[in-house]
């Protein structure tokens, strides 16, 4: 999408007026409005072609009274990537979008009601490891489009909580229907789905499973399993997932490695983390509309993070995704996160 | 030098820049960050996150650290705000949220 000045304009009124109004309801002394996320500038380079993309993407969240719960992330960003055709030089694109808009009721210890746009519940990456001062490497998953519904957003309701939670065991859910919607700023598919998981604190260990239908013109499903675990005090987490849909399927494993256990505080050794991801593809038939190559795919995703003070991180990996044709991707990234109230207080 | 290299160069300058000034700062760490010499530094608005042994520290590790490290530090004043914030994305307990809350707000 281009970003016009109106159009901005018009975003920026709309984020004006909302932090106006958030601002203009006092809340506890710890329940002030926050504004927080990531600016960051990302280079890509894959198979020769490098591209820049200088990206904020801002989240503010507003508590009203006791139960609710405001919030919004957006994502701007600029793209400039050789014009290609022969011609030298660099042109750009611009995208400015809201990931998600959403009011929260927390209705009971166990029901939060949410309502508006918000991320599709599916697998894990999509509301966990989107955020960019989180995510480990700069491109998400092959398969993330199955189950997100290709737009990564869902505008209905939803329901979502924690069914069972003690020291041993916590089941967690969230169900949701979403209508379709072609605005600009709010686009969906009508669809719904729901994701359930278990978790085990004490041996870090969760295990879940995610169920989407699409309920467009042809009706989809897609189903998911996710498998995180991530013991105590040990150097290396382990994050996996894996996605089926009617016309392919796949799966990532990632292993984040530490030089020093977290109980060591962050030292510099804990601040070199290299990952590690590992990607398959499988096209059953051609579907250009699901996100996912065209064939069979496997993908090896080498990084070194470093984790620097003052919330400033840098992402690098190298890529090899090997297909039709074998592809090397270079990618770095360095993002700062932000985290600050919508006023300053006394 | 075409406009590629030249972005390249100064990406790599601001890299080792950063890199190099902010090393020294790296003996940071989140027990020395609790301490009264290192609040000392911190503006009495700001705060770090109490001892790693509490029940608090537990349940963050629990939660918010399987997705992210511990924030360096904020106001204490959007402290009920991220947790409520983080109550609904993790389905957060109430008691988990109140842990969690003391733990970054001791």
Known sequence: MLLSPKRAGIYASALLAASLLVMSRPGTTQDVPLISGGVGFVTSTNAGNTTYIPVISPLLAAPLGNHILVESRATILDSYFPKGGGHSGYTSSSFLGLSYLQMDYIASSHLTVVAGEFLTPFGTYNERLSPIWISNFESAPLIFNLGTMNTGSSVGGMLRGSAISNDHVWLDYAGYFSAASTNEQFKSQRASGARTSLYFPQARLEVGGSYGRLLEETHENFEGLHLWWQPADALVKLRSEFAHGPHSKGYWVESEFHLASASSGMTLRRAIQPVFRWQQTFRSSPDPTDGLPGADTKRADFGLDILFPHEVRINSSYSRQSSTQDTNIWQTGIVYRFLFPTWRGK | ?106
């Open chain 2, 1 to 106: 030098m075409n406009t590629d290299l030249k972005i390249r160069a100064a990406c790599i300058v601001l890299t080792f820049s950063l890199a190099s000034a902010s090393l020294p700062a790296f003996s940071w760490r989140i027990e020395s960050i609790q301490d009264s010499s290192a609040g000392a530094r911190q503006s009495q608005a700001r705060h770090q996150p109490a001892a790693p042994e509490s029940k608090g520290a537990i349940k963050f590790k629990q939660n918010c650290s399987r997705c992210h490290e511990a924030p360096q530090g904020f106001s204490s004043r959007i402290s009920g705000t991220i947790l409520r914030h983080m109550r609904v994305r993790a389905s957060l307990s109430p008691q988990d949220e109140r842990d969690i809350l003391r733990f970054l707000n001791p």
